[in-house]
């Protein structure tokens, strides 16, 4: 309460409450002060973080605000994925919430009583007190209304005195913040020679002839690679192979769908419902009634038709059409009504030939080869077929279906060609358009007919029955089944079950490949009583059931040679390959195209211009950041001994030079290297911070 003492003694103010919605403005997850930390016992510790301990029930307090404010922003409740993104975000928040504390205090960073009081009612108001009190005649910040609210806080009870705590811790964690971060960003110091290196790097190019010879036409079968030099080719790239906890499962999927017999069922149930449906007084009471989809009481186009009904035309008014099988449902159609509508709808099929180019005679052999086609089809041959064989847009895979389009949406030639055509059938000329030339079909003539629709739709579900059979079978795996062995004997005694593979999951993943919202199946495979080789129990996820069985453990450091050993061969595999490329071009005499025609067709020899330093690629061969460096380091005409590249040898040959223009005022180049490297000192910060907090992360037995 010292900032409230502070800012009586400096105002005379006494005026009435006010609510405001300090609760929107929530900075780093401060939302708990130092003695809201619950500490239990381990059971109830969700992790550690920089030797702090943290209790179930603080990781819940910023889940929950955080849960909060974002429903608040969607309007919604969040769903299982996003409730996975918000414990993310609850867990990073209390990491660089305790790792920066720690931080601001061995750096000494602090905000004053003063100073805070300057942020509230002083010359350098926080934007989100400027944000919270806002005058709602002049839509601007009214310092008045601050000292309304802080005067009358002791009568407005506990509730509203936390609220303003929260809110002010936020408003001091910012600050601090923001110190922190500036005081990052001016570590960011850049010398006059780093500024003229950078701008050479950027500006200079280099011309250069490359001799290259692709790992990949040395076939994998003429290169041993040994066990020894898989480990020695590990331990001088170890670093490169860090690694997060991971598990490893097989498992089966039983999918609960709906038999025979429940088709069946919702057949007849929807059929007993058409004869209602012909005799019902009113129509959306009835789909609202009986149907799982609402009421649309607009009028559709043909095109906008059911499939089932677009074959029906002309649609009867008063008539109940159906039922009809769609997708896992089954649906009935009334038509409303019937009426002739401003526009003109049509279906038609079309076979577009593009011209090659832009040229008088790309679009002469363009005419020519649609006139062929035209004329095959004239004679007898199917317009689907020709459509998938010469069509050059997304139509040729559904033979040039087009489907309804209105009048007005096509391009002008095309649309007043079709909608100009009486009946259906092809279309006696090419249609020349911007795109090239159509031949045209339509299949379905023009139309201006509307119709409104009721729908009563059944989703089919599988029945109880159906889904005990789903569950039988996968019980039956899991409960006989005692090891890894025994689950993969019993998967394959029965031809309907496929065991599929999951490999390195994560402890606080969501997703198993396909498999949505399958936490339940992770915190088991994490679970500390879950060994190598035991099968899970039953899991429902969504409409499946899964069983599993734990193939491999993977703890958090270095990864085992046996696990990545595909992954090491095939870098060990190019290493000697191009030790094996390099011995053959040693010694080579001659230009490099004599030397790429002694070596033999896999060497290939291009030439590349204005190529910069700071790209490290050059174009035609990828990253090649060694290659270039010997390239730029030389004189012009003198060329590198072979260097083992990313994906191949290369010979590099300086042919010239190209010197940045020369300037004397590096003062905006100095500015552009400072932004860059300001841009990621303060994320470099965070992470050396996280790394050092050594953290232990729990939440895979909570959530």
Do not use: C
């Not at 003695?35 to 239990?40: E, F």
């Not at 905000?111 to 009612?121: A, G, K, R």
């Not at 119709?451 to 029955?465: D, H, M």
């Not at 290939?604 to 690629?617: G, L, Q, R």
């Amino acid at each position: 309460m010292a900032l409230i003492n502070k800012i009586r003694e400096k105002s005379g103010w006494a005026v009435g409450a006010i609510a405001i919605g300090l609760g929107i403005f929530v900075v780093g997850g401060d939302l708990l002060g130092p003695n809201s930390r619950l500490l239990g016992n381990n059971a109830n510790v969700i992790g550690e973080i920089a030797g702090e301990e943290i209790a179930y029930e603080e990781f819940d307090a910023v889940l929950q605000q955080q849960k909060a404010n974002y429903e608040n922003q969607v309007g919604r409740a969040a769903n299982e994925g996003e409730l996975a993104m918000l414990r993310e975000q609850a867990w990073n928040q209390l990491i660089f919430k305790i790792a920066l504390e720690k931080e601001y205090e061995r750096l000494g960073i602090e905000v004053t009583d003063e100073e805070l009081v300057d942020m509230v009612q002083g010359n350098n108001i926080h934007p989100a007190v400027q944000q919270a009190f806002v005058n709602p005649q002049t839509g601007l910040f009214d310092q008045s209304q601050v000292l309304q609210y802080l005067q009358n806080l002791d009568q407005m009870g506990p509730e509203a005195d936390a609220m303003w705590n929260n809110f002010q811790e936020g408003v001091i964690s910012d600050r601090i913040s923001a110190k922190y971060n500036n005081l990052l960003a001016k570590s960011v110091y850049i010398t006059g020679l780093e500024a003229k290196n950078f701008y050479k790097a950027q500006n200079t190019t280099a011309n250069m002839k490359v001799l290259f010879v692709p790992y990949v036409t040395m076939a994998d079968s003429a290169v041993e690679v040994s066990d020894a030099k898989l480990n020695e080719y590990y331990e001088r790239n170890k670093e490169l192979y860090k690694v997060e906890d991971g598990r490893s499962i097989e498992y089966v999927v039983v999918d609960v769908n709906a038999s025979k017999e429940d088709s069946t069922y919702y057949q007849q149930e929807i059929t007993q419902l058409a004869s209602q449906f012909a005799t019902a007084a009113n129509d959306s009471a009835f789909v609202y009634t009986n149907s799982d989809q609402p009421f649309d009481g607009s009028y559709k186009t043909p095109g906008e038709l059911p499939e089932e009904l677009r074959k029906q035309q002309p649609l009867q008014e008063g008539k109940v059409y159906g039922p009809y099988n769609n997708n896992g449902s089954v649906a009935l159609y009334k038509v409303m009504d019937a009426r002739e509508g401003a526009e003109s709808a049509i279906r038609a099929s079309h076979i577009l030939i593009r011209p090659e180019g832009d040229t008088p005679e790309a679009k002469a052999a363009a005419k020519t080869k649609a006139q062929e086609v035209f004329n095959q089809i004239k004679g007898g041959a199917d317009f689907g077929q020709m459509a998938m064989q010469h069509g050059s847009d997304g139509t040729a895979s559904v033979g040039g279906d087009l489907g309804w389009f209105a009048e007005g949406r096509m391009v002008g030639p095309f649309d007043k060609a079709v909608f100009g055509h009486a009946g259906t059938g092809l279309l006696p000329n090419l249609v020349e358009t911007e795109y090239g030339y159509h031949i045209v079909k339509v299949t379905e003539p023009k139309t201006k007919q509307q119709y409104k629709i009721a729908a009563v739709e059944r989703s089919v579900e599988a029945s109880e029955t159906t889904r005990d059979a789903a569950y039988a079978i996968a019980d039956e795996l899991s409960g006989t089944s005692g090891s890894s062995d025994e689950f993969r004997e019993n998967v394959a005694k029965n031809k309907s079950l496929v065991k599929e593979e999951g490999r390195e999951i994560g402890k606080n993943n969501i997703m198993v490949n396909n498999l949505s919202n399958a936490r339940e199946l992770v915190r088991w495979a994490y679970a500390k009583d879950t060994e190598v080789g035991d099968v899970s129990p039953v899991f429902e996820i969504g409409d499946q059931f899964v069983v599993a069985t734990l193939t491999g453990k993977r703890e958090k450091g270095y990864a085992k040679v046996e696990d990545i050993k595909e992954e090491l061969t095939a870098a060990v595999r190019n290493e000697v390959k191009a030790e094996k490329i390099m011995e053959k071009l040693k010694g080579q005499k001659g230009s490099l195209d004599q030397i790429a025609a002694s070596y033999g067709a896999e060497a290939m020899v291009k030439t590349v211009d204005n190529v910069t330093f700071a790209s490290s690629n050059i174009p035609g061969f990828g990253i090649e950041p060694v290659a270039l460096g010997k390239a730029f380091g030389m004189k012009q005409g003198a060329r590198t001994a072979p260097i083992q590249g990313q994906n191949g040898v290369l010979i590099v040959e300086q042919l010239g030079l190209n010197p940045a223009p020369e300037i004397n005022d590096f003062t905006n180049v100095k500015e552009q290297l400072r932004a860059v490297r300001a841009n990621s000192v303060q994320s470099n910060a965070f992470e050396a911070l996280k790394d050092k907090a050594d953290i232990k992360d729990n939440r895979v037995r909570f959530f």
